[in-house]
């Protein structure tokens, strides 16, 4: 069963940025879309962001403008790039294909 693996979270100050990485070792990565996640403490599990396998993006409103997701096929990795970040982005960052396994994520804080 494929599995993806999150990285790249940490602690940030307001107005700065992080790089998210999402990587598997599955055999459906390129052909597939890939979506990213959040869950902040006492929140239900929201979308981000979504990258077709042709590389075409869609947003939540709510990080429109300041997160940017790329895919690179060759690596099995997604990239979600977080510029701007708010303390409402603090949560817990999860990635994966459609109706696949959740992993453990990565946390994100977003903090003076």
């Known amino acids: 069963q494929v599995q993806f693996v999150e990285s790249g979270g940490g602690l940030v100050q307001p107005g700065g940025s992080l790089r998210l990485s999402c990587a598997t070792s599955?055999?459906?990565?390129?052909?597939?879309?890939i979506i990213w996640y959040r869950q902040a403490p006492g929140k239900q599990r929201e979308w981000v962001a979504t990258i077709s396998r042709g590389g075409t993006t869609i947003y939540a409103d709510s990080v429109k403008g300041r997160f940017t997701v790329s895919r690179d096929n060759a690596k099995n990795t997604v990239y979600l790039q977080m510029d701007s970040l708010k303390p409402e982005d603090t949560a817990v960052y999860y990635c994966?294909?459609?109706?696949?396994?959740w992993g453990q994520g990565t946390q994100v804080t977003v903090s003076s």
């Open positions: 994966r294909a459609p109706s696949t396994p």
């Open positions: 599955g055999n459906i990565f390129s052909l597939t879309s």
